[in-house]
């Protein structure tokens, strides 16, 4: 790093400048780059955690619950007819 004040080397190490002993400023770091694999990582364990609740609410048995709580007709209350006399079925 070169010295504002008189323009001398410096490492980058040095507080002062080891010629006119002034104060050197502080090296800019650079930015942080984002690590691209670390969104589709996320997206990935997201989608891990929606599955999985999905599965356990489909064990726990929800989706009949919320069908008969909707009024949606399940397969249990659906009315079969009869079958009509003489085609030797009973």
């Known amino acids: 790093m070169d010295c504002p004040n008189c323009g001398v080397y410096n490492p980058e190490d040095r ?3 080891w010629r006119c002993g002034k104060e050197l ?6 930015p942080k780059k984002k690590d691209p ?6 997206i990935l364990w997201v989608a891990i955690a929606v599955f999985f609740v ?3 609410l489909q064990l726990c048995g929800l ?6 709580s909707l ?3 399940t397969p249990s209350s659906y ?5 009509p006399p ?3 079925l009973g």
């Open 15 to 17: 507080r002062v400048c």
């Open 71 to 73: 009024g949606t007709p």
């Open 37 to 42: 694999r670390a969104r589709t990582q996320t």
């Open 86 to 88: 003489g085609l030797g």
């Open 63 to 68: 989706p009949k619950t919320l069908q008969s």
């Open 79 to 83: 009315h079969v007819p009869a079958a």
């Open 25 to 30: 400023p502080k090296p800019v770091e650079p």
């Open 54 to 56: 999905i599965m356990i």
